[in-house]
């Protein structure tokens, strides 16, 4: 039995020898795979390590919520909740602009500024140009995207049209948000950044959007380690739930596309 192993195993070494090329390449094969695996799970880590680090270094929300129609005094209510650290109440809308050389319809998602246009909660880095000021309420923010692929440049005007009526507005800076990484328009599947882009402009602007109908939009910074009291499984909160809230976005669903829904 041990002589017959012996030679098996000197016709298993023969056998090898003679595919020692196919060997080498099944070997350089499974070598690259394991490399790219490697690769791909450090690329990954880095990916979200970076992407965390921008979140927390410009306050992205942890959950955002829509109301309808609720007075700024509700802001003051989930304000104290515990668990929340910053809070910010806002108006936003869908309108629509008018840009030189369009002939087709483009579209923006109007979100409204603080008083002293320095958002805590989703802050604003500026690629360009400057904050608009507080004084001159014509005065707006366009998104990166949108002013690459529309070729607006700071000091451009634009027709907005908002309450029915045509008014004409300055961009004064061009912005990026983590809240907007990805401009995605209501009922699209993919950014369109020639066709819907994001408005930055004063509150009373932003308030007569729809028709008069204003849509309140909250972003909460939670607390680490601290989950926000009343959060069902459906989403809602009891202290909104009487103005209409429509449900709660946590960070992961919010992210670009928070708006079309």
Not at 231 to 249: H, K
């Amino acid at each position: 039995m041990s002589w017959q192993l012996k030679k098996l195993d000197r016709k298993l070494l023969r056998d090898l020898m003679r595919m020692k090329m196919q060997l080498a390449a099944v070997g350089g094969v499974l070598a690259c795979g394991i490399v790219l695996w490697v690769m791909a799970n450090g690329m990954y880590d880095s990916l979200q390590q970076a992407r965390d680090t921008y979140y927390e270094d410009q306050h992205m929300a942890e959950m955002a919520a829509g109301v309808v129609r609720a007075p700024l005094a509700l802001a003051t209510r989930l304000a104290a909740v515990p668990g929340v650290r910053e809070l910010e109440a806002r108006v936003a809308g869908v309108g629509l602009l008018d840009l030189a050389g369009r002939d087709e319809p483009v579209s923006a998602l109007m979100v409204s500024l603080p008083p002293d246009r320095a958002p805590r909660v989703n802050r604003i880095v500026m690629r360009a140009g400057r904050l608009p000021d507080p004084t001159r309420p014509g005065e707006v923010l366009v998104n990166e995207a949108f002013a690459e692929a529309n070729g607006i440049a700071v000091g451009t005007s634009l027709g907005a049209i908002i309450y029915g009526k045509r008014r004409e507005v300055r961009v004064v800076g061009i912005a990026s948000s983590p809240e907007f990484v990805f401009a995605v328009a209501p009922g699209a599947m993919l950014p369109e950044p020639e066709r819907f882009g994001i408005v930055w402009m004063d509150r009373e602007s932003c308030a007569r959007l729809r028709s008069g109908r204003r849509l309140q939009r909250s972003g909460d910074a939670a607390r680490p380690g601290r989950e926000l009291p009343g959060r069902g499984r459906a989403g809602r909160s009891p202290a909104g739930t009487p103005r209409g809230t429509r449900r709660l976005w946590p960070r992961p669903d919010a992210v670009g596309a928070v708006h079309g829904r």
